[in-house]
């Protein structure tokens, strides 16, 4: 089965624990990440995404809330997560691929959006993964969740 979506952003940033920033594209290298940003490396979180539309539910409460406030790679939009599972694919335009390690994360100590909503969503709703055949891919490329 395959779910489809859309890129709506890609955000990176050049320090841990720091908000990313949206760019024009991105180049994904094979066992790194996305290249120039600061959770790229050789470990099992080279890239984080997280659903347009759990970030919609968070600005009701926040409106002035940023493409990147989550520490997130990709934002996708009509990508339905709740099918996700370790192990499963995730392909963006015609040749990247990812693999998911991981769903989910602890949510970082005083983090400003828990504070403010009472609720963070990266500890339930954040997906990350490696990444398995690298490419450039920009905003308004698709992505696929293959779940088989």
């Not at 470990?43 to 926040?62: C, F, M, N, P, T």
């Not at 602890?106 to 983090?111: D, L, P, V």
């Given at each position: ?48 995404l ?5 970030i ?69 709703e954040g ?22």
């Amino acid at each position: 089965m395959i779910k489809n979506g859309y890129i709506e952003a890609i955000c990176v940033s050049t320090g841990k624990g720091t908000v990313k920033i949206p760019i024009d594209e991105a180049e994904f290298v094979a066992g790194h990440g996305i290249k120039d940003d600061a959770h790229a490396g050789n470990w099992h979180r080279q890239v984080s995404l997280l659903a347009g539309e759990s970030i919609d539910r968070l600005k009701k409460q926040i409106p002035e809330l940023r493409q990147g406030a989550f520490a997130e790679n990709i934002i996708t939009r009509n990508l339905d997560f709740k099918y996700a599972v370790v192990g499963y694919t995730i392909r963006i335009g015609g040749d990247i691929l990812l693999k998911i390690t991981q769903i989910g994360k602890e949510c970082h100590h005083g983090c400003a959006i828990k504070q403010q909503t009472g609720e963070c969503i990266m500890p339930t709703e954040g997906i990350f993964a490696k990444v398995l055949h690298g490419g450039i891919a920009k905003p308004g490329d698709s992505i696929e969740l293959i779940t088989e």
